[in-house]
């Protein structure tokens, strides 16, 4: 799945980083971060993927990893 721009922006917030930061974690410039919050750039589904899992907020990872 792909993220909208509200929920780009809420994970970011949420991990209490600034816009810089959370482009260095998934290795794109800040530029990009912002189109992505903007709504001008689609982010990938594994870069969300990929943050969903640092924040603890990937629900199919806790799932498999609980056998919930």
């Known amino acids: ?3 909208n721009p509200n929920q780009v ?3 970011r917030k ?3 980083i ?3 930061n959370a482009a260095d974690l998934i290795g794109i410039s800040k530029r990009t971060w912002e189109r992505y ?3 001008d750039s689609q ?3 594994h870069c969300w993927f ?3 899992l640092i924040a ?3 629900h199919k990872i806790k799932l498999l990893s609980f056998g919930e």
């Open 1 to 3: 799945d792909t993220p």
């Open 9 to 11: 922006r809420e994970l």
């Open 14 to 16: 949420a991990l209490n």
């Open 18 to 20: 600034s816009t810089q």
């Open 37 to 39: 919050e903007s709504g």
């Open 43 to 45: 982010m990938k589904s």
């Open 50 to 52: 990929y943050l969903t």
């Open 56 to 58: 603890g907020t990937n």
